[in-house]
T-cell receptor, first 115, second 115 residues
Framework: AQKVTQAQTEISVVEKEDVTLDCVYE???????LFWYKQPPSGELVFLIR??????QNEISGRYSWNFQKSTSSFNFTITASQVVDSAVYFC????????????FGSGTKLNVKP | DTGVSQDPRHKITKRGQNVTFRCDPI?????LYWYRQTLGQGPEFLTY????????KSRLLSDRFSAERPKGSFSTLEIQRTEQGDSAMYLC?????????????FGPGTRLTVL
Protein backbone atom coordinates (compact mmCIF):
# COMPACT_ATOMS: atom_id res chain seq x y z
CA ALA A 1 0.00 0.00 0.00
CA GLN A 2 1.17 3.48 -0.81
CA LYS A 3 2.22 5.24 2.37
CA VAL A 4 2.25 8.71 0.82
CA THR A 5 -0.20 9.82 -1.82
CA GLN A 6 0.11 12.96 -3.87
CA ALA A 7 -2.96 12.80 -6.03
CA GLN A 8 -2.13 15.88 -8.11
CA THR A 9 0.26 14.81 -10.82
CA GLU A 10 0.66 18.22 -12.38
CA ILE A 11 -0.66 21.70 -11.63
CA SER A 12 -0.37 24.81 -13.78
CA VAL A 13 -0.94 28.28 -12.43
CA VAL A 14 -0.27 31.81 -13.54
CA GLU A 15 2.28 33.84 -11.61
CA LYS A 16 0.91 35.45 -8.42
CA GLU A 17 -1.79 32.84 -7.99
CA ASP A 18 -1.90 30.83 -4.77
CA VAL A 19 -1.56 27.07 -5.10
CA THR A 20 -1.97 24.19 -2.67
CA LEU A 21 -0.22 20.86 -3.07
CA ASP A 22 -1.94 17.96 -1.33
CA CYS A 23 -0.28 15.15 0.60
CA VAL A 24 -2.05 12.27 2.33
CA TYR A 25 -0.10 9.73 4.33
CA GLU A 26 -0.73 6.40 5.97
CA UNK A 27 1.02 5.01 9.04
CA UNK A 28 0.25 2.98 12.14
CA UNK A 29 3.06 4.54 14.11
CA UNK A 30 2.28 7.21 16.65
CA UNK A 31 5.65 8.86 16.17
CA UNK A 32 6.56 9.86 12.68
CA UNK A 33 7.89 12.76 10.67
CA LEU A 34 6.67 14.42 7.52
CA PHE A 35 8.78 16.31 5.02
CA TRP A 36 8.46 18.36 1.88
CA TYR A 37 11.22 18.55 -0.73
CA LYS A 38 11.50 20.55 -3.92
CA GLN A 39 13.14 19.07 -7.00
CA PRO A 40 13.91 21.74 -9.61
CA PRO A 41 14.85 20.78 -13.17
CA SER A 42 18.48 20.46 -12.09
CA GLY A 43 17.41 17.34 -10.19
CA GLU A 44 18.71 17.91 -6.67
CA LEU A 45 16.16 17.46 -3.89
CA VAL A 46 15.99 20.55 -1.71
CA PHE A 47 14.69 20.26 1.84
CA LEU A 48 11.79 22.58 2.67
CA ILE A 49 10.27 21.51 5.98
CA ARG A 50 10.13 18.78 8.62
CA UNK A 51 7.22 18.19 10.95
CA UNK A 52 6.83 15.63 13.74
CA UNK A 53 3.58 13.88 14.53
CA UNK A 54 3.15 15.66 17.84
CA UNK A 55 3.25 19.15 16.41
CA UNK A 56 0.13 20.07 14.49
CA GLN A 57 0.78 23.77 14.43
CA ASN A 58 0.68 25.25 10.99
CA GLU A 59 3.90 26.81 9.82
CA ILE A 60 4.60 29.76 7.61
CA SER A 61 7.90 30.61 5.99
CA GLY A 62 7.71 33.56 3.67
CA ARG A 63 5.38 32.62 0.84
CA TYR A 64 5.28 29.00 1.94
CA SER A 65 2.87 27.56 4.48
CA TRP A 66 2.06 24.06 5.64
CA ASN A 67 -1.15 22.65 7.09
CA PHE A 68 -0.77 19.45 9.12
CA GLN A 69 -4.00 17.68 10.12
CA LYS A 70 -3.68 14.33 11.85
CA SER A 71 -7.44 13.81 11.73
CA THR A 72 -7.31 13.56 7.94
CA SER A 73 -3.70 12.31 7.70
CA SER A 74 -2.82 15.24 5.52
CA PHE A 75 0.14 17.57 5.27
CA ASN A 76 -0.65 20.13 2.61
CA PHE A 77 1.67 22.76 1.22
CA THR A 78 0.54 26.18 0.01
CA ILE A 79 2.55 28.64 -2.01
CA THR A 80 1.18 32.16 -1.89
CA ALA A 81 1.72 34.54 -4.79
CA SER A 82 3.52 31.92 -6.85
CA GLN A 83 6.55 32.84 -8.92
CA VAL A 84 8.11 31.29 -12.00
CA VAL A 85 11.04 30.14 -9.84
CA ASP A 86 8.61 27.95 -7.89
CA SER A 87 8.27 25.71 -10.93
CA ALA A 88 9.53 22.29 -9.86
CA VAL A 89 8.40 18.87 -8.72
CA TYR A 90 7.43 18.81 -5.06
CA PHE A 91 7.63 15.66 -2.99
CA CYS A 92 6.04 14.83 0.31
CA UNK A 93 7.76 12.16 2.41
CA UNK A 94 7.04 10.16 5.54
CA UNK A 95 9.59 8.79 7.99
CA UNK A 96 8.58 6.34 10.72
CA UNK A 97 10.71 6.40 13.82
CA UNK A 98 12.08 2.96 14.44
CA UNK A 99 11.93 2.09 10.75
CA UNK A 100 15.53 3.09 10.13
CA UNK A 101 14.42 6.58 9.25
CA UNK A 102 14.00 5.68 5.61
CA UNK A 103 11.76 7.98 3.69
CA UNK A 104 8.62 6.96 1.89
CA PHE A 105 8.08 9.46 -0.88
CA GLY A 106 4.93 10.30 -2.76
CA SER A 107 5.02 10.32 -6.52
CA GLY A 108 5.38 14.09 -6.60
CA THR A 109 3.41 17.01 -7.96
CA LYS A 110 4.83 18.95 -10.86
CA LEU A 111 4.10 22.64 -10.49
CA ASN A 112 4.24 24.86 -13.56
CA VAL A 113 4.09 28.57 -12.86
CA LYS A 114 3.57 30.58 -16.02
CA PRO A 115 4.47 34.27 -16.31
CA ASP B 1 30.15 24.39 3.33
CA THR B 2 29.93 21.36 1.08
CA GLY B 3 26.80 19.36 0.59
CA VAL B 4 26.43 15.76 -0.46
CA SER B 5 28.39 15.03 -3.61
CA GLN B 6 28.01 12.16 -6.04
CA ASP B 7 30.22 10.91 -8.80
CA PRO B 8 29.74 10.47 -11.67
CA ARG B 9 26.76 12.65 -12.46
CA HIS B 10 25.94 10.65 -15.56
CA LYS B 11 26.83 7.12 -16.59
CA ILE B 12 25.99 5.38 -19.83
CA THR B 13 26.78 1.70 -19.97
CA LYS B 14 25.96 -1.36 -21.99
CA ARG B 15 23.81 -4.11 -20.62
CA GLY B 16 25.85 -6.64 -18.72
CA GLN B 17 28.56 -4.24 -17.61
CA ASN B 18 29.32 -3.41 -14.00
CA VAL B 19 29.06 0.15 -12.70
CA THR B 20 30.07 1.79 -9.45
CA PHE B 21 28.84 5.07 -8.03
CA ARG B 22 30.37 7.08 -5.23
CA CYS B 23 28.71 9.27 -2.62
CA ASP B 24 30.49 11.67 -0.29
CA PRO B 25 28.15 12.71 2.53
CA ILE B 26 28.21 15.94 4.46
CA UNK B 27 31.17 15.63 6.76
CA UNK B 28 30.36 14.23 10.20
CA UNK B 29 26.99 12.90 9.08
CA UNK B 30 26.73 9.42 10.52
CA UNK B 31 23.79 8.24 8.43
CA LEU B 32 23.83 7.59 4.72
CA TYR B 33 21.04 6.47 2.43
CA TRP B 34 20.73 5.35 -1.17
CA TYR B 35 17.54 5.84 -3.15
CA ARG B 36 16.53 5.13 -6.72
CA GLN B 37 14.28 7.42 -8.70
CA THR B 38 12.68 6.54 -12.03
CA LEU B 39 11.03 9.03 -14.34
CA GLY B 40 7.86 10.52 -12.94
CA GLN B 41 8.18 8.78 -9.59
CA GLY B 42 9.39 9.67 -6.14
CA PRO B 43 12.65 8.27 -4.82
CA GLU B 44 12.52 4.70 -3.48
CA PHE B 45 14.66 3.57 -0.58
CA LEU B 46 17.46 1.12 -1.36
CA THR B 47 19.73 0.91 1.67
CA TYR B 48 20.85 2.64 4.85
CA UNK B 49 24.13 2.91 6.72
CA UNK B 50 24.76 4.12 10.20
CA UNK B 51 28.46 4.81 10.30
CA UNK B 52 30.00 1.81 8.52
CA UNK B 53 27.21 -0.63 9.33
CA UNK B 54 24.63 -1.40 6.67
CA UNK B 55 21.49 -1.67 8.78
CA UNK B 56 18.80 -2.15 6.19
CA LYS B 57 18.41 -3.18 2.58
CA SER B 58 15.27 -2.91 0.53
CA ARG B 59 13.97 -5.91 -1.36
CA LEU B 60 14.54 -3.69 -4.40
CA LEU B 61 18.25 -4.27 -3.85
CA SER B 62 18.76 -7.51 -5.71
CA ASP B 63 21.89 -9.61 -5.35
CA ARG B 64 23.38 -7.68 -8.28
CA PHE B 65 23.52 -4.59 -6.09
CA SER B 66 26.03 -4.07 -3.33
CA ALA B 67 26.78 -1.05 -1.21
CA GLU B 68 29.60 -0.28 1.15
CA ARG B 69 30.61 2.48 3.46
CA PRO B 70 34.13 1.74 4.63
CA LYS B 71 35.23 3.68 7.69
CA GLY B 72 31.85 5.35 7.86
CA SER B 73 32.76 8.07 5.39
CA PHE B 74 32.06 7.86 1.65
CA SER B 75 29.89 5.13 0.21
CA THR B 76 29.87 3.18 -3.02
CA LEU B 77 26.99 1.50 -4.79
CA GLU B 78 27.89 -1.17 -7.32
CA ILE B 79 25.57 -2.75 -9.82
CA GLN B 80 26.80 -5.90 -11.47
CA ARG B 81 25.58 -7.22 -14.82
CA THR B 82 23.45 -4.16 -15.45
CA GLU B 83 20.03 -4.53 -17.03
CA GLN B 84 17.96 -1.98 -18.89
CA GLY B 85 15.60 -1.86 -15.92
CA ASP B 86 18.41 -0.45 -13.82
CA SER B 87 18.24 2.81 -15.75
CA ALA B 88 17.31 5.44 -13.19
CA MET B 89 18.61 8.29 -11.08
CA TYR B 90 20.51 7.02 -8.04
CA LEU B 91 20.35 9.45 -5.15
CA CYS B 92 22.45 9.54 -2.04
CA UNK B 93 21.41 11.34 1.14
CA UNK B 94 23.06 11.89 4.49
CA UNK B 95 21.96 13.00 7.92
CA UNK B 96 23.13 13.20 11.47
CA UNK B 97 21.16 11.50 14.19
CA UNK B 98 21.21 9.10 17.08
CA UNK B 99 17.54 8.33 17.43
CA UNK B 100 14.40 9.42 15.71
CA UNK B 101 13.99 10.75 12.24
CA UNK B 102 16.35 13.39 11.05
CA UNK B 103 16.43 15.56 7.97
CA UNK B 104 18.12 13.94 5.03
CA UNK B 105 20.16 16.08 2.66
CA PHE B 106 20.39 14.83 -0.88
CA GLY B 107 23.13 14.88 -3.45
CA PRO B 108 22.62 15.75 -7.11
CA GLY B 109 22.29 12.12 -8.10
CA THR B 110 23.89 9.84 -10.66
CA ARG B 111 21.83 9.25 -13.75
CA LEU B 112 22.39 5.76 -15.11
CA THR B 113 21.43 4.80 -18.63
CA VAL B 114 21.77 1.15 -19.59
CA LEU B 115 21.73 0.56 -23.34
Amino acid sequence: AQKVTQAQTEISVVEKEDVTLDCVYETRDTTYYLFWYKQPPSGELVFLIRRNSFDEQNEISGRYSWNFQKSTSSFNFTITASQVVDSAVYFCALSEVGNFNKFYFGSGTKLNVKP
Amino acid sequence: DTGVSQDPRHKITKRGQNVTFRCDPISEHNRLYWYRQTLGQGPEFLTYFQNEAQLEKSRLLSDRFSAERPKGSFSTLEIQRTEQGDSAMYLCASSWGLAGADTQYFGPGTRLTVL
